[in-house]
Structures are given as structure tokens and as C-alpha cells.
């Protein structure tokens, strides 16, 4: 079956400038999360979503980044007046409900996201 | 601090050798434990899962432990192609969280 599809797949934008950034889940998966990868560092998370309800965004660095979910699925990535420090790879995972947490999660290709 | 760690960052190897990635948290109190790899300009393809409870898991020429005691993991690959050739991410869940906390990695290449 299909897997999570991210959109766009590159993006290059000035600074200032806002962005969004798309996630299309796995069909039937209700947990959702937004993770960043800079250029020669690990994976960070940003926030997660279990149907449309976010109960933990701890990991947003900023009040510039948001995020949604609707119909509890595709979500939207947000960053305003984007800033160089910005520039990474957004990678989107998902998950199925499952029993509790042992739930693989599945990632897509990311959108990398260039800020000039 | 709930932290992983991976050691080495970079590793090459001549084909059909077989190889251990290893792969170190710190608080034993995991949710599951997950191998991931990464080829150059693409997301993580998901490898294994182990659950808390389990020892190990194997798929084709892949095997990964786990040793809650001594907070450690390791992913068994068996005689290793070029095209094996990726980075390999290991990521722990604590029962605490809901995300995955990676570490940041092993970069295997395999020589034809």
C-alpha cells in the first residue's frame, strides 16, 4: 500500500518568508509526528498528534513553527518568516493504533527545506 | 537525560563480511527499541522493532538484541553487500514519551 507521502519534496525560499509543508499519512494511521534533521545532526522532534488533537508539541523551537491535523489525517507543517537556521530536513512518521505504544513508526522521504 | 548513542559513526567493511552496529541508551525503563536505515536524500526505512520485553528480532540477513540491563542494542548484519551500504539510525521509546529519541548514527560502506 501507499506509504506517508510528504509535499513538497524540496523547497528553497528567502528569508522571511513563510512556509508549509505537507504530510499524508499511511491510511488508518491515527499517531502522527513531525521530526527535523539539520544538515549532519540527529533527529529532533517537533510534535505529535494522535487522531486531530496535538497533546505534545514540546518539541517546536520556536512560536514561528505550528502545525495541523485535519480529519485525522493529512497535516500541515507551518514555519513564519522562516529564518537560515530553518534550513533542514522535515521528515513526517506515522503510526497505527495498535496495541499501546509498540507501534512502528513509518517515515516518508521528507521535505528539504532550503532557506537563502 | 534520556539520551542514545552510537558508536562508530562511520564504518567500512569488504563485502560479505558480517558486522555488529551498536547502539547505547541511557535509563533502561524503554517502551520499545527501533532500527531504522537512511540512503543519501531519502527518509527511514524501518528495519526492526523490538519490544521491551523481547531479547531479539530477525528479518532476512538482519538480526538486532536487546539488553535493557545494560542499556544496550545491537543490529547483526550477516554477510553485508554494497548495497547494504546506508546509514543505520537506532531510535529508543520511552514509556514516558510518545516520540522516538535517535542517535546519530552509523555510517556503514560496504566494499565490492
Known amino acids: 500500500g501507499a506509504g506517508v507521502s510528504q509535499s513538497p519534496s524540496n523547497k528553497v525560499t528567502e528569508k522571511g518568508k513563510d512556509v508549509e509543508l505537507r504530510c499524508d499519512p499511511i491510511s488508518g494511521h491515527t499517531a502522527l509526528y513531525w521530526y527535523r534533521q539539520r544538515l549532519g545532526q540527529g533527529l529532533e522532534f517537533l510534535i505529535y498528534?494522535?487522531?486531530?488533537?496535538?497533546?505534545?508539541k514540546s518539541g517546536l523551537p520556536s512560536d514561528r513553527f505550528s502545525a495541523e491535523r485535519t480529519g485525522g489525517s493529512v497535516s500541515t507543517l507551518t514555519i513564519q518568516r522562516t529564518q537560515q537556521e530553518d534550513s533542514a530536513v522535515y521528515l513526517c512518521a506515522s503510526s497505527s493504533p495498535g496495541t499501546g505504544l509498540n507501534q512502528p513508526q513509518h517515515f516518508g522521504d521528507g521535505t528539504r527545506l532550503s532557506i537563502l | 537525560k534520556q539520551e542514545v548513542t552510537q558508536i562508530p559513526a562511520a564504518l567500512s567493511v569488504p563485502e560479505g563480511e558480517n558486522l555488529v552496529l551498536n547502539c547505547s541508551f541511557t535509563d533502561s525503563a524503554i517502551y520499545n527499541l527501533q532500527w531504522f536505515r537512511q540512503d543519501p536524500g531519502k527518509g527511514l526505512t524501518s528495519l526492526l522493532l523490538i519490544q521491551s520485553s523481547q531479547r531479539e528480532q530477525t528479518s532476512g540477513r538482519l538480526n538486532a538484541s536487546l539488553d535493557k540491563s545494560s542499556g544496550r542494542s545491537t543490529l547483526y548484519i550477516a554477510a553485508s553487500q554494497p548495497g547494504d551500504s546506508a546509514t543505520y539510525l537506532c531510535?529508543?521509546?520511552?514509556?514516558?514519551?510518545?516520540?522516538?529519541?535517535f542517535g546519530s548514527g552509523t555510517q556503514l560502506t560496504v566494499l565490492p
Open positions: 498528534f494522535q487522531g486531530n488533537s496535538a497533546p505534545d
Open positions: 531510535a529508543v521509546k520511552w514509556g514516558s514519551a510518545r516520540q522516538l529519541t
